[in-house]
């Protein structure tokens, strides 16, 4: 093998290497439900099956001339890697259906093995053992880089945005046996027959069992041992992750509950009373910031509060908007004049727009204990969030219940009070006014619909337990509304989220299964 091959054969392993952990991270991300530790179990197992197939290799590495059987090694890596890294993801989604998720990482680091094992057979029969092999190794390892981070930019910034996992898994696939394909072809001295039937048979079989080995892929990876055939209604897949919808209109990013297309106030299963509250809690509301679309639902609410004259969403993964369009129910937010939807980081966003000012910034954040939620809990972002806030101005956010996240809410404030498992905090103090929300509430109309309609007998009595709901707003601890003195104190030994210490993501054991 020749130093120009070994080089084309390092780049070639690593772009697939590579390419593969992207993929992998996917699917270990999503049945995690995200947490933080997700990336560090699966680099965990992905490097320990590298170290493992670069050692088992060097019983293939000849102190002298290579046999032709010997130089047939590489070809049959390439080969038995492709197979083992197609198979990850759909034999993982076939035993997590009755296995715990931890336990599917060995079939990681075998896959990672096999690709490991490639380069360094690769350098040692194409690098001569002389006083430049030292030289001549670094030109393979560039190789081995260069392939390696274009596998993650083309794997992750490309591929993923217009293929799905399956089908990118399977693409992978197809290389993996065409790289062996030409190794067998390119190394002078190896038998290519049996390498070539090989490598043909098997990028056949991949193309003819892709249908049926990812068949409701999502659902087995998401439902678990909760999955009895199900199938869901919409999934949508981008680089920014992926969203599943279930025949009630359940939506799911990543795994993990993000919200359902509803926003009755009467039969109010999603708890969107949470919204509507923005009436009674600031006294004229005409800006109003969304960090996290979702949905909709909340946004459609939002839109339509009297007297709000914009809403500026923020949604990093713009399959969510993909999937409004489809629910008639929130679809006119996409051609609404007041709504100015930006596909963006909410926290990037803030930041390179230090002059933009709202009356209310709202963020139904999701589960504390994802990876990343720190970015929008820590009392550090709270008081950025601060500076984008008109006098008087409210944030409300959701902790999901997480003490560390209330109490950084009633130390980044001067006031801030807990409603339901959402904080809000300004710089004035916060007093709800139920007579404004009753009229804010009446005179709202969604997409011509209006929200209550007193001539129902439901109706009217939904609005009165309302009434009583606000009215009883007070100045220590109920079940749905808390001061910070009472939030303070109930969270005395626990310390508030900040950007160092990341509480809230390490709350829980990195195995859990997703809520």
Known sequence: MSLALAALVAACSGFLALSSEILWYRLISFLSGGTSAAFGVLLAAYLLGLAFGSLWVRRACPDGQPTPGQLRMPAILALLAAVASWAVVPVAAQLVTTLPWPLLLPLIALAAGLQGAILPLAAHFGIAPDSKAGARLSWVYLANIIGSTLGSLITGFLLLDVMTLAEVTTLLALLGCALALGLAWAVPGVQRGGVTAAALLTAVAVLALHGPAFAQLWERLQLKTQFKGQHFAHVIETRSGVITVNDNGGIYGGGVYDGVFHIDLVDDRNRVLRPFLVAAMHPQPKRILVIGLASGSWTQVLANLPGVEQVVAIEINPGYLDLIGRYPLVQSLLTNPKVQIIVDDGRRWLEAHPDQKFDV??????????????????????????????????????????????????????????????????????????????????????????????????????????????AKMPQGRTAYFEMCPSVLEKCKDGPPVTEDNMVSEFARPWWAIPD
């Open 361 to 470: 910034i709202v963020q139904n954040t999701s589960f504390h204990w994802r990876g990343h939620a720190t970015n929008l809990l820590s009392i550090e972002y709270l008081q950025a969030v601060a500076h984008h806030m008109n006098r008087g101005g409210l944030n409300i956010w959701n902790t999901t219940d997480s003490i560390h996240a209330q109490k950084a809410g009633c130390v980044a404030y001067p006031h801030a009070l807990r409603f339901d498992n959402h904080m809000a905090g300004s710089d004035q103090p916060i007093v709800l006014d139920g007579k404004r929300f009753t009229d804010s509430v009446l005179a709202m109309r969604i997409d011509g619909k209006p929200v209550l309609d007193l001539t129902q007998p439901s109706h009217a009595k939904r609005l009165s337990e309302l009434q009583e709901l606000i």
